[in-house]
C-alpha cells in the first residue's frame, strides 16, 4: 500500500477501534436506546457502515477503470478542506437517501464489529491495488463536493467518523 494511504488507513482504523472500545460493554438496552426524533447508537454505527459499504463498492467499480480517470488538482484540494471543515462544524446534513434506503439494523455490538470488520477488509484490498501514479486519479464521488482521489477519500472517512463522534459520546453518557 502506498505510503499516505497506509498512514491515511491507520488513522481510520485507529478512530474505528477507539468508538468500537467505547460501546464494547453497552448492553443491546443500551445499544438501541434513543432520545425521542434521534438515533440509538446502533443506528449512528449502522449509518457509519453503511456509507463505508456503499463507498467500497462504488470504488470497486471504479477502480476497474482508474486509469480513464483524470488527476484531482487544487480545486479538489480546495473542495477537502471544505468538506473537512464542514465535518468539523456541529452542522447537522440529511444522510444521502441511498444510505439511509440501505442502512442494516445491526442487534449488538458483535455485529457492528463484524460488517465494520469486513468492509474495512474490503477496502484494505482494494487501497492495496492502488499503485503510486494512480494515487491522484479522481476515483470517488462524494454527494456533495464531488470527485475525490483515495487519499482524500479515506480522509472524508475518518472525517465522516470525526462528525458523528459527537453524537456517540453523547448517547454514551444518556446510557
Same mark, same amino acid.
Not at 1 to 23: D, H, P, S, Y
Not at 160 to 171: A, E, G, N, V, W
Given at each position: 500500500?502506498?505510503?499516505? $494511504?497506509?498512514?491515511?488507513?491507520?488513522?481510520?482504523? +485507529?478512530?474505528?477501534?477507539? $468508538?468500537?472500545?467505547?460501546?464494547?460493554? %453497552?448492553?443491546?438496552?443500551?445499544?438501541? /436506546?434513543? *432520545?425521542?426524533?434521534?438515533?440509538?447508537?446502533?443506528?449512528?454505527?449502522?449509518?457509519? =457502515? %453503511? @456509507?463505508?459499504?456503499?463507498?467500497? #463498492?462504488?470504488?470497486?467499480?471504479?477502480? /476497474?477503470?482508474?486509469?480513464?480517470?483524470?488527476?484531482?488538482?487544487?480545486?479538489?484540494?480546495?473542495?477537502?478542506?471544505? $468538506?473537512?471543515?464542514?465535518?468539523?462544524?456541529?452542522?447537522?446534513?440529511?444522510?444521502?437517501?441511498?444510505?439511509?434506503?440501505? !442502512?442494516?439494523?445491526? @442487534?449488538?455490538?458483535?455485529?457492528?464489529? !463484524?460488517?465494520?470488520?469486513?468492509?474495512?477488509?474490503?477496502?484494505?484490498?482494494? &487501497?492495496?491495488?492502488?499503485?503510486?501514479?494512480?494515487?491522484?486519479? +479522481?476515483?470517488?464521488?462524494? *454527494?456533495?463536493?464531488?470527485? &475525490?482521489?483515495?487519499? #482524500?477519500?479515506?480522509?472524508?472517512?475518518?472525517?465522516? =467518523?470525526?462528525?458523528?463522534?459527537? #453524537?456517540?459520546?453523547?448517547?454514551? +453518557? #444518556?446510557?
Amino acid at each position: 500500500m502506498n505510503v499516505e $494511504l497506509r498512514k491515511q488507513f491507520n488513522k481510520l482504523e +485507529k478512530l474505528t477501534a477507539e $468508538l468500537i472500545g467505547a460501546i464494547e460493554n %453497552t448492553t443491546t438496552a443500551q445499544l438501541h /436506546q434513543s *432520545p425521542p426524533g434521534k438515533w440509538s447508537l446502533s443506528q449512528v454505527f449502522a449509518h457509519l =457502515i %453503511t @456509507a463505508e459499504q456503499l463507498s467500497v #463498492q462504488y470504488l470497486k467499480k471504479k477502480i /476497474q477503470v482508474i486509469e480513464e480517470q483524470p488527476n484531482t488538482g487544487l480545486a479538489e484540494a480546495l473542495k477537502m478542506w471544505v $468538506l473537512i471543515l464542514s465535518q468539523r462544524l456541529p452542522l447537522k446534513f440529511k444522510a444521502p437517501k441511498v444510505v439511509v434506503d440501505h !442502512t442494516a439494523a445491526y @442487534a449488538d455490538v458483535a455485529e457492528i464489529l !463484524t460488517a465494520w470488520s469486513k468492509t474495512r477488509m474490503e477496502l484494505k484490498e482494494l &487501497l492495496d491495488r492502488i499503485s503510486d501514479d494512480q494515487l491522484k486519479r +479522481k476515483i470517488y464521488k462524494h *454527494p456533495v463536493v464531488g470527485k &475525490l482521489n483515495m487519499v #482524500q477519500t479515506v480522509r472524508f472517512f475518518r472525517e465522516h =467518523i470525526i462528525h458523528h463522534t459527537p #453524537q456517540i459520546k453523547r448517547l454514551l +453518557k #444518556q446510557t
